[in-house]
């Protein structure tokens, strides 16, 4: 992170610029792993076959909000910039960026002679439409949960064809993640119009749109007039599938060449399996469960904190991940971003702390609570365990399980039965800085705030960190947040997994990561 003497003069660059905030020596390998694989010798032409979960929504940048989804739009979409596996900033349709009037205002430097797939060229124009309408509220777009208090509508402007000026709400060091794949609903559109991108895919990216086929897959071929580098690959066919094991055992038997998601435990075969290559990246996604801090029975921080000492995090990590995971701390802070304070105490499981607050509290005996949950990912597994290891201090556990539409509703306090529920947990994929987390899951305002916590020194503290553009600061006020999430506890997070990824031994160039996207085109068949 540079100081705020440096910021006015900021121009963050891929390769030259290196962000921290995920850095690993996994991610590192990683990384390394895709060049070596990429100086091997290739052959142009061939079909490759994608294995990937149905996306759960309309193939609408503005509207998908899981792995399937992300996948697909980015694909014949594009983005400002990528995030990498090493936590550094890749550009893309933008070529540089600079931060001014000490945060507040960012210009970028848009590529020129880019063209959608409809042959009309792209401008800085169509980047400030697109940022415009994620920002509206109105409009309803998945991104509002990390634009909401950083970019208002009208924020984004087109100086000319090359150059996007926005104009942020207050200072925000890294605005840059929020503009880049990270936000992974804002692929760029013709006018920011998302209103045909489910049927036409009217992209700038390497794949144009060859057949769609309404949840059972989609065929891309190259783009012949791509302004990168053309795709070795004629096609790209990618086959939905609705269970995880299906798409494994595609894999596995060669009818698909490379699947992106996986978890670690259902895929456990994989990791051994000689016909095929594993990338485990690390990665700050991860489960919340949340105790709404309003209403019995987590009104009392006593209560909240006893549920959090009676888990055994190691085994719920080893359980639901063969250890491919990073242990939590109840916060969103994983240590694998620069910016936490790594001296805060880890929690550990406590039984006899745990009774003990509990009986502080009144509920010695312990007491009944029903706990939501969604069929998706490891959160029914998650339950389980959960149920099991409260009953050790007298918490009886009913699991109240729903399919994932039926959980969310319409995500709107009072009518989505995540956001209403006492006991529920939701997933949260990967975000290259906490920020998004921090804001949407727990401030006082946060569109995703399902334990209603209301703290207005933790809002004070949140908006200290996100103005904060030196690295000594933002840890200081990480520190601060975090002492104060675990003594209030409105929610759990007990562990970070890696994201993975599986392809054939036979496919070079697969560039993953680990919000989910797979970018192929410099991907080949080995000669």
Known sequence: MQNQSELGKLALLAGVSRRAFLATSGAAVAALAFSRNSIAATQKGGILKGAVTTPATALDPFAVSEVGGRL?????????????????????LAESWEAREGGKVWVYKIRSGVSFHDDTPMTAKDVAATFNRHADPDVGSNALSALSGILSKGGAVAKDDTTVEFTLDAPYGNFPYTASSDNYNCVILKNGDNSDYANNHNGTGPWKLKELRPGRGVTYVKNENYWGPIPSFDEVDWTFY???????L????????????????????????????????????????????DMPPFND???????????????????????????????????????????????VQD?????????????????????????SGAIP???????????????????????????????????????????GIDDYGH???PNVFLSAQLSSKGVWNAAHFKNATYDALMAKYFAATDLETQQKTAGEIQRLLLEETPQLGLYFYNFNVVHSIRVTGVQPTAMGHLFLGEAAFLA
């Open 301 to 347: 921080a006593r209560i909240r904190r006893a549920v959090a000492l009676a888990i055994d995090r190691a085994a719920v990590v080893k359980v639901l991940f063969d250890n491919k995971a990073e242990i939590g701390n109840d916060t969103p802070f994983a240590h694998f971003f620069a910016s936490s304070d790594k001296s805060v105490p880890q929690r």
């Open 242 to 248: 609705d269970d995880i094991g299906a798409a494994i």
């Open 431 to 433: 975000r290259g800085v």
């Open 351 to 375: 039984i006899p702390a745990a009774k003990a607050l509990l009986a502080e509290a009144g509920v010695a005996d312990g007491f009944n609570v029903d706990l939501l949950t969604q069929k």
């Open 72 to 92: 697909i739009i980015s694909q014949p979409g594009e983005y400002l910039a990528i995030s990498q596996a090493d936590g550094t900033l890749k550009p893309a």
């Open 381 to 423: 597994e998650l339950a389980v365990l959960l149920q099991d290891q409260l009953r050790a201090i007298g918490i009886t556990v009913n699991i109240v399980q729903m399919g994932t539409d039926q959980y969310y509703g319409d995500l709107k306090f009072g009518t989505s039965p995540f956001l209403d529920s006492p006991f």
């Open 250 to 293: 595609a894999i596995q038997s060669g009818a698909a060449d490379v699947l992106s998601g996986f978890p670690a435990r259902a895929g456990a075969a994989l990791f051994n399996n000689p016909k095929v290559a594993v990338i485990s990246i690390p990665s700050s996604s991860h489960e919340v469960i949340h105790m709404r801090v």
